[in-house]
Structures are given as C-alpha cells and as structure tokens.
C-alpha cells in the first residue's frame, strides 16, 4: 500500500527522452504521486502534451506568452461585506468556465497582487477558470482582524469569505505564512474544498497524523528545491494526505512560484485540468 503510495515518480528536467523507467521529461521539475495508474497516466500525459508545446515553441522560455494572460483579462477587484471586509482581485473565466474555481493566498512579504504581477490570474482567466486572491487581514487593502488572532477564527474567516464570494467549488493555493488560515481551513472543512495546493505552508506541525489522514481533498504539495526548512517540515506533515501529489520545481526557493512561474503555472494547470 505504501509502496503503490509513494513509489510512482516522476522524473523531469535535465532528463532527456529515451531515459528507461518510469522517467518522462517534461520540465525542471520533479513529481511524486500517490494517485492511481490511470490518473498517473492522464496526469503524465497532460504533462508531456504540455511539454510539446512549450518545447516546440521558437526561442527561449520567457518568450512562451502562450502561457501568460492575454491584455483581454481585466482583473476586477472589492471587499467582502461585513465588519471586517477582505479586499481581492478576480478574474472570471473568459470562455467555457471550468467547474473548480481558484482561491489565492498569499506569503507574509506578498498580496493579492503577487498573483496579478505574476500573471497567474490572467493565465487562470484564459484557461477557463475563475480565480479570486484575497489579501490576508493585515495586508494589502485588508485591516488587521482580531478574529484571525485564533486558529478557529482564521478557519471562520476563510469559510466566510468563501461563502460571501459564492465560492462553491474552491481550490485553495495556500503559500507559506497563509497555512495558519489554509491549515485549520482544510482540517477543519475539507469536504468544502475540491483542491488543496499547500506550497511549503506554515502551520502544518499543529496537526496530527490522523487530522491529515482524514482530509480526502485532491492535493498538490509544490515547494522549491532550495527550500530547506518550512518546506520540508511541512512535507513531512503533508504527506499523510491520503491523495496527494508532490512537485519540487528545481533551483526555485521558498517563494517557488517566483522563482519558477513558467514551471509553476503548468504544474499548476496540469493539477486543476485533471480535477474530477
Ligand atoms: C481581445 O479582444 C478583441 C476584441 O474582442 C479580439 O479581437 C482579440 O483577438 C482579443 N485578443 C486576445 C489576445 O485574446
Ligand atoms: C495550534 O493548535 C492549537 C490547538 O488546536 C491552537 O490553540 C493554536 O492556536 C494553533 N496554533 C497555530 C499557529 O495555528
Ligand atoms: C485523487 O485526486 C485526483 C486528482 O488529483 C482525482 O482525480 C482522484 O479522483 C482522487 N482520488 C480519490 C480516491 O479521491
């Protein structure tokens, strides 16, 4: 069992074609999985057929724009009702909207408008997907609330902004300093969640084996191979999810999704396109 959990790699970057074994190159990028053959299958080839693309385009990777979202996507932005309004930027799908819909959070150094720069709001849009980053109390446009000064409160708050923004089918991205609201979220109220995507988020150690044991949500566990800390604290926690992935985007750091946006939208897209 353990074994059929953790015994599926995926080997990317650097790795050339032909390479025997269950070896596929598809970017600088490592993937573990613990999903059943034929979704390792469907995710691979999702991954490869991404790869074609990217490869089979002239010219260096910061010129793949095919990835990034046109001028087309306008990011709207507004605060949730209520006392303690939570500012956020959305985007709605611009053709043929996909089912899940995309919930950022962000780092203690970050923002709403870290996903704006970086372009993953716009690249959400043009994929079909509706996607709101929030700013956490205390950041960006968003007051300090007293409410998150407790674990059940930052769990409360979430839930809330979710529920304001009619947010049914949320995947949560949750970097860093944000896993003290994703964490207690997720144990909390998982079966609200249809993807959880954990990047080396705080937190993780105030919960059990058995807490983690229990959360069935589809997870995508990304973290920068130079991370050595939180991200591998939390991995050790991470992993008992029972249906999780793990993707380390090579020579990225803490804040991998910087570092590595190309690498980090397509592992990214390749995890919500195979959401049930
Ligand atoms: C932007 O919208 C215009 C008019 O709706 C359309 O002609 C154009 O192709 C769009 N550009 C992109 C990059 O989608
Ligand atoms: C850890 O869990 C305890 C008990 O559930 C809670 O009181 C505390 O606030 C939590 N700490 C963090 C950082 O979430
Ligand atoms: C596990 O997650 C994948 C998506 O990553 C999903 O397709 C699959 O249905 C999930 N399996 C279970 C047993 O929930």
Redesign the pocket.
């Known amino acids: 069992m353990v074994a059929a959990l953790f015994g599926c790699w995926f080997r990317v970057g650097g790795a050339r074609p032909g390479v025997s074994g269950p070896v596929i190159p598809v970017g600088p990028t490592v993937v573990q999985t613990s999903m059943s053959r034929s979704q390792v299958a469907l995710l691979g080839l999702g991954l490869l057929l991404m790869l074609l693309l990217y490869v089979g385009l002239p010219g260096p990777p910061e010129q793949t724009s095919w990835l990034w979202g046109g001028p087309n996507v306008t990011v709207l932005a507004g605060l949730t009702p209520g006392n303690s309004p939570i500012f956020y930027r959305e985007v709605l799908p611009l053709h043929g909207a996909r089912r899940v819909e995309v919930v950022l959070l962000h780092g203690k150094a970050f923002t709403s408008h870290t996903w704006e720069q970086l372009g993953t709001l716009q690249l959400l849009a043009q994929r079909g997907y509706r996607a709101v980053a929030l700013d956490l109390p205390g950041f960006g446009n968003s007051a300090p609330s007293k409410e998150a000064s ?2 059940a409160g930052r769990a409360e708050l979430l839930e809330r902004v979710l529920r304001d923004l009619e947010v049914h089918n949320a995947v949560l991205v949750s970097p860093s300093l944000s896993g ?1 609201y994703a ?2 979220f997720l144990i909390r109220g998982h079966h609200q969640l249809r993807g959880f995507v954990p990047i080396a988020p705080a ?1 993780t150690q ?1 919960y059990t084996q058995e807490q983690f044991w229990a959360v069935k949500t589809p997870t995508l566990i990304l973290y920068g191979e130079l991370d050595r800390i939180l991200a591998r604290e939390s991995l050790r926690q991470l992993r008992h999810l029972p249906n999780h992935s793990v993707v380390k985007l090579r020579d990225a750091g803490h804040a991998c999704y910087l570092h590595k946006p190309q690498d980090f939208h397509l592992v990214l897209l390749a995890f919500l396109d195979h959401l049930p």
């Open positions: 407790t674990e003290h964490l207690p937190s105030n």
